[in-house]
């Protein structure tokens, strides 16, 4: 599993021309599924996540804080392409990404492990077509990256 961490100002998510979610303060969460990946990689990335300490304090100190801490929002975006091979050839290959039917029930579960911190959870539309707007402070951009286990 990969997740491109962003913190931000404020994101939100276009699909069709509605906005279908939107976040003030806290993180973007760009989310790739692998074939190979478990309920054990997605609890591992959820707890990661969530307590992450990148933002500031008020008296400035940095990455003191995680989003729980902030009571931050969370906006969820589901990205196969975060699983794009480009080392060959001139198109990504994406042999190594979950296909839909297996993905959508482990980014459904993702999404319900969030939503349990009681925070504010926000997401695309899985599959469809989106724009996100971030406003990432600082920028601070992160790769969040668990392998299953080899068999």
Same mark, same amino acid.
């Given at each position: 599993?990969?997740?491109?961490?962003?913190?931000?100002? $404020?994101?939100?998510?276009?699909?069709?021309?509605? #906005?279908?979610?939107?976040?003030g303060?806290?993180?973007?969460?760009?989310?790739?599924?692998?074939?190979? @990946?478990?309920?054990?990689?997605?609890?591992?990335?959820?707890? /990661?996540?969530?307590?992450?300490r990148?933002f $500031?304090?008020?008296?400035? @100190?940095?990455?003191? %804080? *995680?989003?729980?801490?902030?009571?931050?929002?969370?906006?969820? #975006?589901s990205?196969?392409?975060?699983?794009?091979?480009?080392? /060959?050839?001139?198109?990504?290959?994406?042999?190594?990404?979950? $296909?839909p039917?297996l993905? /959508?029930?482990?980014?459904?579960?993702?999404? $319900?492990?969030?939503? %349990? *911190?009681g925070?504010?959870?926000e997401?695309?539309?899985?599959?469809?077509?989106? %724009?996100?707007? #971030?406003?990432?402070?600082?920028?601070?951009?992160?790769?969040?990256?668990?392998?299953?286990?080899?068999?």
């Open positions: 599993m990969r997740v491109i961490v962003q913190r931000v100002q $404020s994101s939100q998510v276009v699909v069709e021309g509605q #906005i279908v979610g939107n976040i303060r806290g993180l973007n969460l760009l989310v790739g599924i692998a074939a190979t @990946d478990t309920i054990a990689e997605i609890d591992w990335i959820v707890r /990661k996540c969530l307590e992450l990148i $500031s304090t008020e008296t400035g @100190d940095r990455f003191e %804080q *995680s989003v729980q801490e902030i009571e931050g929002g969370l906006l969820v #975006i990205q196969f392409t975060l699983y794009g091979d480009c080392r /060959k050839g001139r198109r990504p290959s994406f042999d190594r990404a979950a $296909s039917e993905a /959508k029930p482990l980014y459904e579960y993702f999404v $319900s492990q969030l939503r %349990q *911190s925070l504010q959870v997401t695309g539309v899985f599959g469809a077509r989106m %724009q996100v707007e #971030i406003e990432n402070e600082g920028p601070v951009t992160l790769l969040l990256e668990r392998e299953a286990p080899s068999v």
